[in-house]
């Protein structure tokens, strides 16, 4: 007897009884499909969030940090330790560092991080918000190469300022999207926010006004500054500029870095006069420049250069933090949930191993006559423990398929659920879930495997029926 | 105990034993038995109910072990042989048919006998026409498609005489053959076997209550009593 022969015996018993098996597969496709869409749900996470990363450009760029507190020494109670880190000599932050990095071979820009708080006032509306420089040469990197609305300013002294969507929105303006209307909420209306072209928006004025120190007040009356009578000793600076264009609305994954109401350019930002909390030094020092950064922006050429200049700067005795050296550790934290989902989904399957293992053994009772009958026409053991092997095997390929169409039906509807209260928070629509071929093939595979080790056992058993004892007529 | 044609037997039964072992009772099922069976010889065992009829022909067909004893077909000796012989032996040499047919109920007439086509190593193509062909020479090519239920005792049996022969054994093990059948039926089943023997040279080893009917067509009646062999009676020559 052939294998082909086995199969299809196994096949046709599985038809005979029909009701118990479809129970049975149906444990099986339940398994399957636990297991299906609970680590097409990990995937989906891992897959959105790499995609993120990459869709926003995070794998060649870096933050240099000035040296930080020796934490492990802290943590460890170490206090000296934690007091030569701070003695260390610890390079700024300056124009020399930056000048440094940007020569260095690989690195495409290099620029340091500027953001500060700002009112901005249009026409009769103020709102507040951050202020973010950036340099011209940003306009070619994403998110900057495709802003909805308007340009990237060309020239790092423009006077210009692109404008984030939530920021206009606080101005009392929305973009009326022909391809995308959005219809404006009720309290956005009570509000008074109307709907505007985009051109109409574009050009248009727009005031930065920064809070200075007047220092002729605090001479005036040194003990009470604060004493409003005699007006506290800030003063507001108007800084002119008109809007280049519009931002997309940040997504979660979005560099954290570019993320502001006001992006402006870098050299024109510099020249708006603020507090700067650097130092205390600066509150005193009319000339406003700083003795160093907080952070420095740097970009490379290629991904592969990444760890060679992060490592050539973190000689010069600066801190850097990538996304890529991130990478391995969030990869590991998803292996970690898709493992934890996919337990899930196993136990249900190991679940529906004992039901295949129950109802086998439950039909190798009952059929010990026929086994006994295809013993004495000559089945051998290994035939016989084939015929039982293929059929636990059809339950596993046949639970495996329509556990597979369970999965898919049940993350499409977990999908449009999630999506569905997600977006009602005004979040974005994403699938969560995804399903690889590899996860597909994978899932059928492993439903055949371990059905298949259910059937071991029962296979076994019915390969050693005693035929003299099964055919003895009763 | 010689036979005409002991220098050549097909089968050849040496000092068989089988115990079984009922709690800590001994069953002596068959003590000691020796003899041979011719090619083309038709042989019946009569005795009565737990003589060990039965138990002889599982021993040679190869559905049990025997507890000591040599058994020879073609020359190769049963009581020697790996599982997976044993079920080569049952597939290729011997044939059997039981009191209860044991058809497999949820099979068509054709289907029983396409299994045993189907263990026995045939094409899956080629099944299906042989099969008939079978059914056809014990007289069922009207019954094909019927499953066991729908058949009456006498065509259940004729469809098992058609499966044991499917493999084209060198011997029929028939144990009771017309046990279950009334004597009208029964007589056409032993004629039928009578056909076999006679037209085909099929072996026959036989085993029955019906003493009278077997001497109507058997060469040799051996009688059985408690496990051992206590009288022969040879009928006629093997022609
Ligand atoms: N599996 C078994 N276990 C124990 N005793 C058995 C077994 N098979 C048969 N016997 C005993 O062996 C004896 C012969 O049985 P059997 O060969 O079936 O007789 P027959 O076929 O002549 O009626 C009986 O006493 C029976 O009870
Ligand atoms: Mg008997």
Redesign the pocket.
């Given at each position: 007897m052939r294998i082909d022969d086995q199969f299809l015996l196994g096949l046709a018993n599985l038809w005979r009884m029909k009701l118990r098996m479809i129970l049975t597969t149906l444990g099986v496709a339940i398994g399957i499909g636990a297991l299906v869409s609970m680590v097409s749900f990990g995937i989906g996470m891992q897959k959105n969030v790499t995609d993120a990363i990459r869709e926003n450009d995070l794998f060649t760029s870096l933050t240099v940090t000035g040296q930080e507190i020796d934490i492990q020494s802290a943590m460890q109670g170490n206090i000296e330790g934690v007091i030569e880190s701070f003695q260390a000599e610890a390079p700024l932050l300056n124009r020399d560092a930056l000048e440094k990095i940007q020569s260095l071979d690989g690195v495409e820009i290099a620029f340091p991080e500027i953001v500060f708080p700002v009112k901005v006032r249009m026409g009769n509306e103020e709102t507040q918000t951050t202020l973010r420089a950036l340099p011209a040469s940003m306009g070619q990197f994403k998110p900057f190469n495709e802003i909805p609305y308007g340009h990237f300013f060309a020239s790092d002294s423009a006077s210009l300022v692109l404008l984030n969507p939530s920021v206009l929105k606080e101005l009392k303006r929305v973009v009326k999207d022909p391809e995308n209307p959005v219809a404006l909420s009720w309290e956005d209306s009570a509000r008074g926010v109307r709907s505007v072209s985009a051109d109409s928006i574009l050009g248009k004025e727009i005031e930065i006004i920064t809070s200075v120190i007047d220092v002729s007040k605090i001479m005036q009356n040194p003990l009470n500054y604060l004493n409003t009578t005699t007006g506290r000793p800030f003063r507001e600076a108007v800084t002119p500029f008109r809007i280049g264009g519009l931002l997309k609305e940040p997504s979660e994954f979005s560099d954290s870095r570019f993320i502001s109401g006001v992006i402006a350019p870098i050299g024109r930002a510099e020249e708006i006069p603020q507090l700067g909390f650097t130092s205390v030094r600066d509150l005193f020092d009319p000339s406003g420049d700083t003795e160093g950064y907080g952070a420095f922006y740097v970009r490379v050429r290629r991904t592969q250069d990444l760890d060679r200049i992060q490592e050539k700067i973190e000689e010069m005795g600066y801190n850097t933090f990538s996304i890529m050296e991130q990478l391995d550790e969030i990869k590991k934290g998803f292996i970690i949930l898709d493992t934890a989902l996919g337990t899930i989904g196993i136990i249900a399957l190991f679940v529906a191993a004992l039901g295949i293992i129950n109802t086998m053994v439950m039909s190798i009772l009952e059929r010990t006559r026929e086994i006994g009958i295809m013993k004495a026409i000559g089945g051998s053991e290994n035939e016989i423990k084939g015929i039982f092997f293929f059929e636990a095997g059809a339950i596993g390929l046949i639970g495996g398929i329509f556990g597979l169409i369970l999965g898919w039906i049940v993350t499409r509807i977990a999908n449009v659920v999630a999506n569905y209260i997600v977006t009602q928070q005004g979040g974005p629509v994403v699938d969560y879930f995804y399903m690889p071929i590899w996860l597909l093939l994978g899932a059928i595979g492993f439903s055949i495997f371990v059905s298949l080790l259910a059937g071991l056992y029962p296979a076994m058993r019915a390969a050693r029926v005693d035929p003299?004892?099964a055919l003895r007529h009763d | 105990m010689n036979t005409e044609d002991s220098l050549n037997p097909i089968l050849r039964i040496q000092k068989i034993v089988k115990n079984?072992h009922?709690g800590s009772i001994q069953?002596q099922?068959v003590q000691s038995i020796s003899f041979d069976v011719s090619k083309s010889e038709f042989i019946t065992i009569v005795?009565r109910?737990?003589?060990?009829?039965?138990?002889?022909l599982n021993l040679v067909g190869g559905l049990d072990r025997a507890t000591s004893g040599h058994l020879f077909v073609n020359n190769a000796d049963l009581t020697k042989m790996k599982r997976s012989e044993l079920a080569l032996h049952r597939r290729q040499t011997v044939g059997m048919i039981f009191q209860s047919f044991n058809l497999i109920p949820s099979r068509t007439a054709l289907e029983n006998i396409t299994l045993a086509l189907a263990f026995g190593g045939m094409k899956r193509r080629d099944r299906k026409q042989k099969a008939s062909e079978i059914l056809s020479r014990v007289g069922l090519e009207h019954r094909l498609d019927h499953k066991p239920g729908e058949l009456s005792g006498g065509e259940a049996q004729r469809v098992a005489i058609a499966r044991a022969l499917a493999n084209e054994p060198d011997i029929l093990l028939a144990d009771e053959p017309t046990g279950n059948l009334d004597s009208k039926t029964s007589i056409e089943i032993i004629q039928l076997l009578e056909k076999l023997n006679q037209k085909q040279h099929v072996t026959i080893l036989m085993?029955t209550h019906d003493e009278e009917l077997a001497k109507t067509v058997s060469h040799r009646i051996l009688h059985?009593f408690d496990g051992k062999i206590v009288h022969q009676q040879i009928l006629r020559r093997i022609s």
């Open positions: 003299v004892e | 079984y009922k069953v099922a005795g109910s737990g003589s060990g009829k039965s138990t002889l085993v059985l």
